[in-house]
């Protein structure tokens, strides 16, 4: 243990255990988890797909790769499941690349609606080699289907995204479908922020109504980082190739190696879901998002609460954020729905209850989590961002230190610490 990275590991460590994880996408998993993530299959090389390689040595690997895909067909109830991509964009990248060729039209909801990156923002591969039209939420900060219907039948796009990123409600994959059999589009579902409550239950499958499936596994599934790409049914039915599509895509399309460490992983934690502790505890994420949510005057049908700052003050994500971290409550900074300041200087934040349930919190614990965010959001009233653009950065900076020293922000941090140390974190003493 001498190297420096150790110190800063048990550093991090302290940090996880002592505040409030409620970055929606993140989670703490378990330890066989964290046990397969560390072990000597790191070391293999294994280019192709299970009874395929380039390499030799690979006869355990292969039946790892093929048990983990299988507890995915399982848990998803679908007849294909590529377990290499190595995270949630790529396996994005590689579906793109199975559907559409390049410059074919993709529909996405917008990143200021609470869309994904990968789902045609700009600067993203999804809208430099594909011709990216983004469909927005309306004013209930729902997604407005009429609006993307009309997109969809003037732009003709050829793959509809149906996932999010920053949006606290259920999805109805029918509509998705409806519009995009009136245009003969492939739907895929990026269920990367909700495969945990799918699997667990308290969420409807998209899987009747959809082609392909992308997921995410490190978020409400607990897994380790890493993805997945699944195809349906439907989508075997409508292209008996699209298994294939998808492995060229992933090999040699986008990628070289699988980490096999991460497989391992990912089927530990697929083993895990399907347990009925899990389905539990995806029920007690939704629960607890709703009381959340409640207590801070809006609403969540999933496991994250979008809340609007604008009764704080204007552009209020960056003070919010500094504010709570220092409170040791960790969120992050999110736009709000129609944007009313800039999308770098956003006017919400965004916060989930997957990594405290894991800890064992429940309805009555959100209720005095609610109640110290409120106090820290307290501290940011008359911290609006200045009008003029070109102050903005130095001002968020300065307020970062000023917030650092608040003395009822680093009070509420010691309330905070003295509560999170009663519930034990996976692999944290
Ligand atoms: C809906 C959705 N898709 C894809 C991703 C990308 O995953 P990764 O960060 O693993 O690339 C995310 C990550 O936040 C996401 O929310």
Not at 3 to 19: A, D, P
Not at 104 to 115: A, E, K, Q, R
Not at 398 to 424: C, G, Q
Request: hydrophobic share 40%.
């Amino acid at each position: 243990m001498s190297s420096k990275v150790f110190k800063l590991i048990e550093e991090e460590k302290k940090r996880q255990i002592e505040g409030l994880e409620m970055i929606p996408s993140e989670n703490y998993v378990s330890v066989d988890v964290l046990k397969a993530l560390g072990s000597i299959l790191t070391n293999k090389y294994s280019e192709g797909f299970p009874g395929r390689r380039y390499y030799g040595g690979n006869e355990v690997i292969d039946k790892i790769e093929n048990y983990a895909s299988d507890l995915a067909k399982k848990l998803f109830k679908v007849p294909v499941a590529l377990v290499q991509p190595y995270s949630g964009s790529p396996a994005n990248f590689a579906a793109t690349m199975a559907v559409c060729e390049p410059g074919d039209v993709i529909m996405g909801l917008s990143l200021s609606s609470g869309g994904h990156l990968t789902h045609g923002a700009h600067l993203s591969f999804s809208s430099i080699f594909y011709k990216a039209v983004n469909y927005s939420v309306g004013a209930d900060w729902k997604i407005d289907f009429d609006e993307l219907e009309k997109l969809a039948i003037k732009h003709k796009p050829k793959l509809i995204w149906a996932g999010t990123t920053a949006y606290p409600f259920k999805l109805d994959y029918k509509k998705f479908r409806d519009i995009a059999d009136k245009v003969g589009a492939t739907v895929v579902a990026d269920i990367a922020h909700i495969s945990g409550l799918i699997v667990g239950g308290v969420h409807d499958s998209p899987v009747p109504y959809v082609e392909v499936i992308t997921t995410t596994t490190h978020k409400t599934l607990r897994g380790p980082r890493g993805a997945m790409i699944m195809v349906t049914d439907l989508g075997m039915k409508k292209d008996p190739e699209l298994k294939a599509k998808l492995e060229r895509a992933i090999i040699p399309g986008l990628q070289g190696g699988p980490h096999n460490h991460q497989t391992a992983a990912i089927a530990i934690s697929l083993e895990e879901a399907l347990t009925p502790a899990f389905k539990k505890y995806a029920s007690q994420v939704v629960k607890n998002a709703a009381v959340l949510a409640k207590e801070l005057g809006t609403v969540s049908e999933n496991h994250l609460v979008l809340l609007s700052l604008t009764d704080y003050g204007k552009g209020m994500g960056y003070q919010a954020q500094y504010a709570l971290e220092t409170a040791g409550i960790t969120v992050n900074k999110n736009t709000i729905p129609n944007e009313p300041i800039s999308p770098f200087y956003p006017s919400g934040i965004r916060m989930g209850t997957p990594a405290l349930t894991t800890r064992g919190m429940k309805e009555k614990d959100m209720i005095k989590i609610a109640s110290w965010i409120k106090r820290a959001l307290e501290e940011i009233k008359g911290l609006d961002i200045p009008e003029q653009k070109e102050e903005r950065a130095q001002y968020i900076k300065d307020t970062k230190v000023s917030l650092a020293k608040n003395k009822n922000l680093l009070k509420i941090k010691e309330e905070v610490k003295n509560f999170a140390l009663k519930f034990p974190v996976p692999g944290i003493d």
